[in-house]
């Protein structure tokens, strides 16, 4: 009961409009729960049939699985990306595994165009985030922190071409 009231109050103090929480043990939910609201102009009641977009918690999801086939031997911190991934702009496979996880390879943000961030598009699929990496870096690697969508996007890639699965598997 406390958890919802707490939800309550921080939606109400950092003015957002809903939240969806579910908590699982085993494997298995034990306990979902919507607060707030779907939309604004309507006050319709956001529902756990909700789905929100993951957007950067799934950097983490990346990382983590970058970091596993590190300790498995599988691939190096120091590997060059291009020697996973094929078909990118030469100065982007020259970018190192590190560098992209550092947010420190150079690459563009979100790509040269970004409709998703506006929701009137879909995030790119594998073609249109490969048309992008075939596109030269915008900054020189290494030179500072760069923000890059498209640099965890690289990496689900990295991931797809040395487990022989796709991402979502």
Known sequence: AYGGRWIDYQLQATEQPGCVVAVAKGGKVVWERAFGVADLRT??????????????????????????????????????IGTHVPGLHALVAETTIAQLLAHASGLMRDGTRSPHWQVRAPFFDAAALRAELALPLVLDANSRFKYSNLGFG????????????????
Do not use: N, W
Request: charge should be neutral.
């Open 43 to 80: 006050g319709d009641a956001l529902t756990t049939a909700h789905r929100f977009r993951v957007a950067s918690h799934s950097k983490t999801f990346t990382a983590v699985g970058i970091m596993k086939l590190q300790e498995a031997g599988r691939l190096h911190l120091d590997d060059r």
């Open 154 to 169: 690289l990496l689900g890639l990295a991931i797809e071409a040395i487990t022989g699965e796709p991402y979502a598997s």
